[in-house]
Structures are given as C-alpha cells and as structure tokens.
C-alpha cells in the first residue's frame, strides 16, 4: 500500500509540473540526464533547469526517469 501511495504521489508531482511548468520540466530532466551541454553556459539555461524537482525526497518517478534516458539514450 505504501508503494502505491509513493508512486501516486510522484506521478501526481511529475504531472504537476508539466502542467505548470513543461519547457523548465522538460529542461531539467535532459539536463540532469547529461543530454543538455554542461558546457554551454546560458543564463536562460540555468533559469529553466530547476534544482528543486531533485530536492524532495518522495520525488522518485522525476529521478527514475532521468536513470533511464541516463543509460539508455
């Protein structure tokens, strides 16, 4: 039960911001995956990644998804 509760609270999370947010959504989950340049140093990069999607704990389908486009793209 509680692995569900886990997960449904991710996606909600996950859902959340690309409703409210998707080219920032969309940026930091290519950035943190390493598909984005880490050496292109644009102000308007930096607006649009944002950090704390990885801060909360309970975040685990945003950080399931970056291991994935990690290993397989």
């Not at 692995?3 to 859902?15: K, N």
Request: proline content about 3%; glycine content about 2%.
């Amino acid at each position: 039960m509680s692995l569900v509760h886990l997960m449904l609270g991710s996606l909600v999370r996950l859902v959340t911001a690309l409703i409210a947010r998707p080219a920032a959504t969309i940026t930091t989950l290519l950035y943190h995956s390493d598909l984005l340049p880490r050496n292109f140093d644009s102000e308007r990069l930096r607006r649009l990644v944002r950090h704390e999607y990885l801060l909360v704990q309970e975040n685990c389908l945003f950080s399931s998804l970056i291991n994935v486009l990690r290993c397989f793209w």
